[in-house]
C-alpha cells in the first residue's frame, strides 16, 4: 500500500504528512510593516467604538428628557394645573443660548482639533476623543434648555424645537470611521 503525504497551511504553519509537524510558512506573505498599521487600526477602532457607545448614550438622553416632559404634561393635564405661559421674552432668550451653543461647539472643536508639530499619533486620538466628548456635552445643552422652558413655562413646542435641533447636531458630529481615519492621516479634515 502507498501512503500520500498531505500537506495544509494553518495559521502560518506548514502541516505534513501523517504525523503532525510543525514548520513555519515562508511564504512570499510578509507582514513586516502591517503590524504597526494593524496596531494603529486596531487602537482605532476600540477607542471609536467606546466614543460611538458615549455618543448614543447621549443622545438616548434627549429621548429621556423627551419622555420625562411627556409623563409630566400628563400629570399636569390630570390634575388641571399647567403653569402660566407668560415667558415669551424669555422664550428668546433661551433660544438664542441655544444658538450661542451651537456656535460654541465650533469653536470648542476648533480649538481641541488643532494640530502641532510634535502630536504623535496617539496624542491625535486623544484630541479626537477629547472634542467627541466636548461636543456631545455641548450639544446636549440646547434640549436641557428646553427642558428648563417646559418646567417653568410649559412650552411644550419650544422644548421639541430644541431637543429635535440637539439631536440634528449630534447626529451631524457623530463618530464616523472614515472621518477618523481621514482627520488623524491627513492635516486637511472634515471636521
Not at 20 to 49: C, D, H, Q, Y
Request: hydrophobic share 50%; aromatic share 14%; proline share 4%.
Amino acid at each position: 500500500m502507498h501512503s500520500k503525504t498531505k500537506t495544509a497551511r494553518i495559521f502560518g504553519f506548514t502541516l505534513e504528512g501523517t504525523a503532525v509537524s510543525l514548520v513555519p510558512f515562508t511564504g512570499p506573505i510578509s507582514t513586516r510593516g502591517k503590524t504597526k498599521a494593524m496596531e494603529t487600526k486596531l487602537e482605532l477602532n476600540k477607542e471609536l467604538r467606546t466614543n460611538v457607545i458615549v455618543s448614543a448614550a447621549t443622545m438616548v438622553s434627549v429621548f429621556l428628557y423627551m419622555a420625562v416632559v411627556e409623563i409630566i404634561k400628563v400629570r399636569w393635564q390630570s390634575t388641571g394645573q399647567l403653569p402660566p405661559q407668560s415667558a415669551a421674552p424669555m422664550k428668546e432668550v433661551f433660544y438664542g443660548a441655544a444658538l450661542f451653543f451651537l456656535f460654541v461647539i465650533r469653536l470648542a472643536r476648533k480649538a481641541i482639533l488643532k494640530k502641532t508639530r510634535g502630536d504623535d499619533y496617539r496624542a491625535l486620538l486623544h484630541k479626537l476623543k477629547l472634542s467627541n466628548l466636548v461636543t456631545f456635552a455641548l450639544c446636549e445643552v440646547p434640549a436641557v434648555v428646553g427642558l428648563v422652558l417646559f418646567i417653568r413655562n410649559s412650552l411644550y413646542k419650544e422644548f421639541y424645537i430644541l431637543a429635535v435641533c440637539s439631536l440634528l447636531v449630534m447626529f451631524i458630529y457623530f463618530p464616523r470611521y472614515r472621518h477618523w481615519e481621514a482627520w488623524l492621516g491627513k492635516a486637511s479634515s472634515f471636521y
